[in-house]
């Protein structure tokens, strides 16, 4: 059989996703370490916004397989200000757990690049945020070209009660 990335195809988000995209979130989340939300805190509230938001002021996409199945999501928006129009923040990427590590997230994200560098010049500066400890996903942010931004000390508090740094990082259009 093909390889999982052979067999997945990416596209942009619909409202229809929501459901299949809320089922994403809460399986990620239930891995401790990667995402900052615990299950229980990934609602219909949550994932409606953040949808409703990129898919008005910024990009969503899923990946999907040929079986219809959505194995991963990226998104992020443009803040509502002026100031801020060039910019797309709060990136969040998720695959589940069970497909990872076989291609899906780098084709999501590269195609969520390509994207933006070539349909949206508009847009200079991309943010996101990741939890000191997930060094495989910093690695893979600034193999995408981001860069670290400082460290947020002490920002986040992981299930045992310990505390860790969380790592802003943003691409910047050269
Ligand atoms: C981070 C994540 C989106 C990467 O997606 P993926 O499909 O597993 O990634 P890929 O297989 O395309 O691999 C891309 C890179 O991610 C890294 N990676 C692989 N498995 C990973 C894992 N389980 N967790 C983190 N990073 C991983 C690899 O180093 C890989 O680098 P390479 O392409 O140079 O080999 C995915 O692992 C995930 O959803 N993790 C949990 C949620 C999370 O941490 N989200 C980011 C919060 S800031």
Redesign the pocket.
């Known amino acids: 059989m093909p390889d999982l990335k052979s067999r997945t195809n990416i596209r942009q988000t619909t409202a229809a996703d929501q459901p299949a995209v809320l089922n994403l979130y809460r399986r990620?989340a239930s891995?401790p370490g990667?995402?900052a939300r615990l299950a229980e805190e990934v609602d219909e509230t949550w994932v409606n916004e953040f949808l409703t938001r990129a898919c008005t002021d910024g990009l969503s996409l899923v990946a999907e397989t040929k079986g219809n199945e959505i194995v991963?999501e990226i998104h992020a928006y443009t803040p509502m200000l002026f100031c801020f129009s060039h910019v797309l923040t709060d990136l969040?990427?998720?695959?589940v757990p069970d497909?990872?590590?076989?291609?899906?997230?780098?084709?999501l994200f590269e195609t969520f690049m390509r994207n933006v560098v070539e349909a949206h010049p508009e847009i200079l500066r991309i943010e996101?945020i990741?939890r000191e400890s997930?060094r495989?996903?910093i690695?893979?942010y600034e193999?995408l070209g981001f860069r670290r931004e400082g460290e947020l000390g002490s920002r986040i508090r992981n299930v045992d009660g310990s505390l860790e740094s969380d790592i802003p990082m943003a691409w910047i259009r050269s």
């Open positions: 990620v891995v990667g995402l991963g969040t990427i998720a695959v497909v990872q590590g076989q291609g899906v997230g780098r084709l996101l990741s997930n495989k996903a690695q893979f193999s």
